[in-house]
């Protein structure tokens, strides 16, 4: 009798950006085992399914203790008047970073306003996800804000971001905070990333960064991620869209290189075919799908003052969080 194909493999096509990047990074060795490095957030959220299955993890209590999730609301609200002393009063474009669901930004956008009630604001979504732009205009319309700009660069990676920045410069709107939250920081290689924003900044803008620190607990962390079948229902659409089953392989997490590392070990040798390519995988390779950083406070700064002049470093009362304000 044939298997009943669960709901996430009643599509099994292959995502041609996903094999594009496999094919070109290849596998590096380490000892006998193939590692195939695909941890790129660009390919997190290519379809609705993987982005609403991220909003469910994001959301849940258990996930949030596991990772030490920063909650970026209560650090602004202890830092409000800092922070709006340097935007000051004019109108401003609230450049959400990331945005996911809108409801971290929501939170500041409500601080912003209690503190401020005659401040105009101007929301503009970023995201690679269409979805999660759509979910965080969703989010902040229900909001009282002057303005939400919707237009074709919504759907963006941080590397168009200078090209999108000048666009939101016109009538009464000259200034720009951009919010990266929910410790997206940890997801990038952080000198480009840093080095991105920074040029899409101009110099009366303000960027506003919330991480976790790094609390030497990041083995404990790496066996939480592995126990929460959330973390799986997210991470498998990547093999899944690479033309393997979810029975053909295993999720693992580990913390080695000074980072969190989510990975698929393949149970079985499979050839997959995709326009005229193949990929043989081979059983015990591994395929690292996500990377995560948490950084020491002492290198977070050093970090962030070799790119802008003006760096202000807040931490949670439990020394676990930060929010970092900074100008060009």
């Known amino acids: 009798m044939a298997k009943k194909q669960s709901a996430n493999e009643s599509k099994p096509l292959i995502n041609d950006l996903i094999f594009k990047e496999l094919i070109k990074r290849g596998y590096s060795l380490e000892g006998?085992?193939?590692?195939?490095?695909?941890?790129?957030?660009?390919?997190?959220?290519l379809t609705p399914e993987q982005s609403q299955r991220y909003l469910d993890l994001d959301s849940d209590v258990g996930y949030k203790k596991q990772t030490g999730q920063p909650q970026a609301e209560d650090l602004v609200e202890t830092n409000i008047k800092e922070i709006l002393e340097k935007i000051g009063n004019s109108p401003v474009n609230i450049v959400d970073l990331g945005c996911g669901d809108g409801l971290k930004a929501e939170r500041i956008i409500e601080s912003l306003k209690k503190a401020n009630p005659s401040l105009k604001i101007r929301y503009c979504p970023i995201d690679i996800s269409g979805y999660m732009v759509q979910k965080a205009i969703e989010t902040i319309s229900k909001m009282n804000v002057n303005e939400i700009i919707e237009f074709q660069y919504n759907i963006s990676d941080f590397e168009n971001l200078e090209n999108v920045t000048p666009l939101l410069r016109n009538g009464e709107y000259k200034k720009n905070l951009f919010l990266l939250l929910g410790n997206t920081l940890g997801n990038f290689e952080i000198h480009e990333l840093l080095y991105e924003i920074k040029s899409a900044m101009y110099n009366d803008d303000l960027l506003i960064i919330d991480t976790a620190i790094d609390d030497s607990k990041q083995e404990e962390r790496a066996e939480a991620y592995k126990k929460n079948k959330l973390v799986n229902e997210w991470l498998i659409h990547i093999p899944l869209q690479l033309g393997l089953s979810s029975n053909e392989v295993e999720l693992g997490v580990r913390f080695r290189h000074q980072r969190i590392e989510a990975y698929y070990t393949?149970?079985?040798?499979?050839?997959?075919?995709f326009q005229n390519k193949q990929v043989q995988f081979n059983k015990g390779d591994q395929i690292i799908i996500v990377v995560a950083y948490k950084h020491k406070k002492e290198d977070i700064l050093t970090y962030f003052n070799l790119h802008f002049k003006e760096v202000s470093l807040n931490t949670s009362r439990d020394k676990s969080k930060a929010l970092i304000i900074c100008k060009k």
């Open 32 to 45: 006998n085992t193939r590692v195939w490095n695909i941890a790129d957030s660009k390919l997190w959220y």
């Open 266 to 273: 393949i149970k079985n040798d499979k050839l997959v075919s």
